[in-house]
Each structure stands twice: as structure tokens, then as C-alpha cells.
């Protein structure tokens, strides 16, 4: 253990919440947060994100994503390499949240980018009315999510300030931030956001 900050707490809180709202039903979706800067905790593979205990989460190295600690011999999330590609390249995010809502599936379907609309919601994001663009990126739903992991790694390469949150075709959502409350507020604004488009704004 590191001696530094533990997120597990509020991350369960925070899949109890998800897992309520419907974004992390039948064990989907993942959450991580950064407590130095080397290592994440994320949550482990196959485990009901309602009900999250100190065991149902790994810490990783960023650096190679070998385990380091926790998990009572559970596996990491397979989808730990998007995390570990939005901590390399987003060196201010310390929490990143991952869910798979029917509303990201519905807004992203023939969209790509999927942009976003400047309604009051999406000053959550940062963005009013001074031309920041409002698109969120659209990455194919590989089932190698390694392959998922490196093109979300290359475009944020890329896009140096993006806006802090990505989709995965018929898959779902992440959003990061600097701070759980921040990545929170963000993943919230974008699936209300979402849920506009989805119900046809
Ligand atoms: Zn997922």
C-alpha cells in the first residue's frame, strides 16, 4: 500500500449511485481513480459495481499495467487500458468512470463525433459560448480493448485539450477529471447530455 490516499470508498459510493441509474447493470462499466502519480485503483473484473467492497478493486502500475495490490486474486478490468491511456496522456485526471448506458448507445448510433448540445448542461463541461468545440470523439468497440486503449491513446496524443470525455460505440461512456467530484460532474453532464440527443433534440 502506498500510504497515500484510498479512492475505494467513494468510488463504491459512486457505484451504488451508477449501478441505481442504470449504468452499470450485469456487472459493466469501471471505475479508477489515481492516488500518486504512478499507480491507479480500478475496479476488478466480473463484479457487481452496486455493491463494490475494498477487495473488488486492483491498484495498477500506469506505467506497464501490472497489478500491484488488491483484488483477492479477481483479474483487473479488461477495459483498464483505456484508463491507463487517459492517466498517460491526461497527466492532471486522477479519477476516470466508465458506464454502458442505453442513452450512449441510442445518441452515438450514426454519429461520429457526437456533438453536443450547448444547452445550460454543458457548462458542467467547461464549455458556454466561446466556440470550444463540443464533440465528443466516437472510438469502434474493438473486442480487443487493447486496440480500444491505443486509438483512444493516439487521439488524445493528438487532441491536446479535449473535452474530458469520450464514447465507445454501442458500448458507453468515460469521463475523467482532476478530482472523483470533477470526473463525476463531467460523466453526469455528458449522459444528460446524451439523453437529449437520444430522445431526439
Ligand atoms: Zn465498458
Given amino acids: 500500500m502506498t500510504g497515500a490516499w484510498d479512492p475505494r470508498p467513494p468510488l463504491a459510493a459512486i457505484g451504488r449511485r451508477f449501478y441505481e441509474r442504470g449504468w452499470m447493470w450485469a456487472t459493466a462499466g469501471n471505475l479508477s481513480a489515481r492516488p500518486d502519480p504512478d499507480s491507479f485503483w480500478i475496479t476488478a473484473s466480473g463484479v457487481s459495481k452496486g455493491d463494490l467492497g475494498p477487495d473488488d478493486f486492483l491498484r495498477i502500475a500506469l506505467a506497464d499495467g501490472r497489478v ?3 483484488g483477492a486474486n479477481r483479474k483487473p478490468s479488461a477495459e483498464t487500458a483505456i484508463h491507463r491511456a487517459i492517466y498517460q496522456t491526461q497527466t492532471a485526471a486522477h479519477a476516470c468512470l466508465h458506464g454502458h448506458s442505453v442513452e ?3 445518441a452515438s448510433r450514426g454519429r461520429d463525433p457526437v456533438v453536443l448540445p450547448r444547452v445550460e448542461m454543458i457548462k458542467a463541461l467547461g464549455v458556454w459560448d466561446d466556440g470550444t468545440p463540443t464533440a465528443l470523439p466516437v472510438f469502434t468497440n474493438h473486442p480487443d480493448v487493447a486496440l480500444i486503449g491505443r486509438a483512444v ?8 485539450r479535449p473535452l474530458p470525455a469520450l464514447i465507445v460505440r454501442d458500448h458507453g461512456v468515460t469521463a475523467w477529471g482532476r478530482t472523483i467530484s470533477e470526473a463525476l460532474r463531467h460523466f453526469e453532464a455528458v449522459e444528460f447530455l446524451l439523453a437529449l440527443l437520444a430522445r431526439g433534440f
Fill in 153 to 160: 491513446e493516439t487521439f488524445l496524443r493528438d487532441h491536446p
Fill in 68 to 70: 500491484l495490490e488488491g
Fill in 104 to 106: 450512449s448507445i441510442l
